[in-house]
Every structure is written in C-alpha cells, then in structure tokens.
C-alpha cells in the first residue's frame, strides 16, 4: 500500500513566522512530489512541486526533497493570514501519473 | 495559465436519478485527465484516470458502470452519476495535466452533490 504520511496538525503560527509543513511517503519509486494548498469547501490548488533533491524556492514557498529519507516539506516564510488552509502533500505513485494524497496538515496563521 | 471549470459547482438530486459533470480545462490541451470524490475532513480519493479518446481506468472498488466517465476531447471530460443514492453524495473533482508536462495536476473548483 503507498502512504503519504502528514501531521494532520492544527499547525498554528504567528503572522510572519515560519510555518513548517512535512511529509513522508513509503514508495521508493516516486519521481514527482506537490504541495496543494486548500481552503475550506474549495477544491485544491497546486502552490509547488519539486522533482529533484534539494530545494526548489517560489517566492516565500520553498519546497525541499530528500529521496533518501523518503522525505519532503514545505517552508512558508512570512506567513499571512491568508496562508491558513488545509496543505496536501501529494506523490506520484510509481513510474505513473497518478498522485497519491496525504491527509493533509491544517495551518492557521493567527493574526 | 492551467485553468479547470467545472459544471455544475452543486447539484441536488433525487435517489434513482443520473447527474452529469463536465470538467473543462479552459487554455491548455488535458493529455489526462482524473476525478476524484472527497468527504467532508477526508483527502482526497481518485476514483479514476480518463484518457482522451480512450477507455477510463477506474480504481478498485469503483463502479464503472455506476461513475460512467467519457473523455471526448482534448478539453473536455464528463462523470456520469447514474442511479444516485444518498450515499454518492460527496464532492466531487476533477483535474488535468497538460500535454507534455509530466504529472502536474490542476483541479477544477469541484462539484458538491447531494442526493435527497
């Protein structure tokens, strides 16, 4: 069975701190890794994706990727409070296209 | 870039009726394109892989012939609801990956459905 594994949180941080979001997956054999953020009764939205060890920044996201431990985060600078959603770290399973989602963590940015 | 419409955002229905929902992808050509259904404080959950011009690919424990999916186009992909029961009231997804970039999805703004 390919798990995604998240802390399902709440993950609360102060406005302007930095939110530190995780996940691990079991299949070794995932080549692509995303971040989906997602508001409440919405649909997700893809905010970054990483496809290589090491990090990859967009803006204040930074997305890093360590195949070896199975592992992949996503940093939030400067949070706002309108980064508070629910983030899913998603994985492609295998050599498909087909993602596999975590459970998602829920962020709140308190003001 | 990389816009999903969906229609209709909401629908209710009776139980025994069918519900059609279309999912578009607005300015790229979808190579693929997947629906999900997801519960309230669940993830979400694929239920199948539809391919332009070919046969949809369910995923185990999903009722083909209940969720009759139809890739007709580039653009357009469509999720049949056929004989619904208050049990298939869910949200449901949609998502497509453009031609030629490799397993990035986009998501439609979804549908929720309920049957009465």
């Known amino acids: 069975q390919k798990e995604v594994e998240q802390n399902s949180g709440p993950l609360s941080v102060p406005e302007g701190a930095i939110a530190s979001l995780n996940c691990t997956y079991s299949?070794?054999?995932?080549?692509?890794f995303f971040w989906y953020r997602q508001y409440s009764g919405k649909s997700p939205e893809l905010i970054m994706f990483?496809?290589?060890?090491g990090d990859k920044e967009d803006g204040r996201f930074t997305a890093q990727l360590n195949k070896a431990s199975q592992y992949v985060s996503l940093l939030i600078r400067d949070s706002q409070p309108s980064d508070s959603a629910t983030y899913l770290c998603?994985?492609?399973?295998?050599?498909?296209?087909?993602?596999?989602f975590g459970k998602g963590t829920k962020l709140t940015v308190n003001p | 870039g990389a816009v999903v419409s969906q229609h209709p955002s909401w629908v209710i229905c009776k139980s025994g009726t069918s519900v059609k929902i279309e999912c578009r992808s607005l300015?790229?050509?979808?190579?693929?394109m997947f629906w999900y259904r997801q519960f309230p404080k669940q993830s979400l959950m694929l239920m199948a892989t539809?391919?332009?011009?070919?046969?949809?690919?369910?995923e185990q424990g999903v009722e083909k012939d209940k969720f009759l999916i139809n890739h007709a186009s580039l653009t357009l992909s469509t999720l049949t609801v056929t004989s619904a029961h208050p049990e298939d009231s869910s949200f449901y997804i949609c998502?497509?990956?453009?031609?030629?970039?490799?397993?990035?999805?986009?998501f439609g703004p979804g549908t929720r459905l309920t049957v009465t």
């Open positions: 998502s497509a990956s453009p031609r030629g970039y490799s397993y990035e999805q986009y």
């Open positions: 998603a994985v492609t399973q295998g050599g498909s296209e087909k993602l596999v």
């Open positions: 300015d790229f050509q979808a190579t693929t």
């Open positions: 299949d070794r054999g995932s080549q692509s």
């Open positions: 539809s391919n332009e011009g070919s046969k949809a690919t369910y």
């Open positions: 990483i496809y290589s060890n």
